[in-house]
């Protein structure tokens, strides 16, 4: 059965700071990783999808690397704004597609 | 650009009522997923649907929960008789069903349950 463990569970940091986002899943025969944001209340958006052919993905001020061996990916974000804040989940699929999620990152970046 | 709608976006309920939850996946895509978060854990999968049929419901409490995609397009959730430990968001997700493993899914805004 897939586990997806994210760490910290909270974060907060200044603006402007670079970071880093854990996420680590216990059986790496995976076909991708994906990254999501939730902002309070709300669905969720998502940020970067990574097969699992690929080593890294990116978006904007986002980068997301993944490590199937080592059954770990992060999520960069660079020269972070108060609009970041939010919660940070990254999900695997896990049979026919079924998505098991990590508890999420709740980020928040101070002005 | 597509997106997935759900509706209501807020339900307030009391303890042994019913309710009934929608949603309307993006155009086209066959796969539609039903999840559920509770406040400060990740989403877990209740029902998933190929078309009009379940490919898995083996997290779905049957007792109480049923779900539909009679037609292959749109779907409802219901809960009868709703429970306190029933609040949570009911997050619902389509994918265009193609790539077994392998499709990125859509969320909805999702449906926030409070039972009192």
């Known amino acids: 059965k897939q586990e997806v463990t994210q760490i910290p569970a909270a974060l907060s940091v200044p603006e402007g700071e670079n970071l880093v986002l854990n996420c680590s899943f216990t059986?790496?025969?995976?076909?991708?990783l994906q990254w999501f944001r939730q902002d309070p209340g709300k669905g969720l958006t998502s940020l970067l999808l990574?097969?699992?052919?690929?080593r890294e993905q990116t978006s904007g001020r986002l980068n997301a690397s993944l490590d199937k061996s080592s059954g770990r990916s992060t999520l960069y974000i660079a020269a972070s704004q108060p609009g970041d804040s939010a919660t940070y989940l990254c999900?695997?699929?896990?049979?026919?597609?079924?998505?098991?999620f990590g508890q999420g990152t709740r980020l928040t970046i101070n002005p | 650009e597509a997106e997935v709608a759900q509706s209501p976006r807020y339900k307030i309920t009391e303890k042994s009522q019913a309710v009934a939850f929608w949603c309307d996946p993006i155009?086209?895509?066959?796969?539609l997923y039903w999840y559920r978060q509770i406040l400060g854990q990740g989403p877990e999968l209740l029902v998933q649907?190929?078309?009009?049929?379940?490919?898995?419901d083996s997290q779905l409490p049957k007792d109480r929960f049923s779900a539909e995609r009679l037609k292959g397009v749109d779907s409802t959730l219901k809960i009868q008789p709703a429970e306190l430990g029933d609040s949570a968001m009911y997050l619902c997700?389509?994918?265009?069903?193609?790539?077994?493993?392998?499709?990125?899914?859509?969320f909805g805004p999702g449906t926030r349950l409070t039972v009192l």
């Open positions: 997700a389509s994918s265009p069903g193609f790539l077994e493993g392998r499709d990125t899914q859509y």
């Open positions: 059986d790496s025969a995976i076909y991708n």
């Open positions: 990574i097969q699992s052919s690929q």
């Open positions: 999900a695997v699929p896990q049979g026919a597609q079924k998505l098991v």
């Open positions: 155009s086209g895509h066959a796969t």
């Open positions: 649907f190929q078309d009009e049929s379940v490919v898995d």
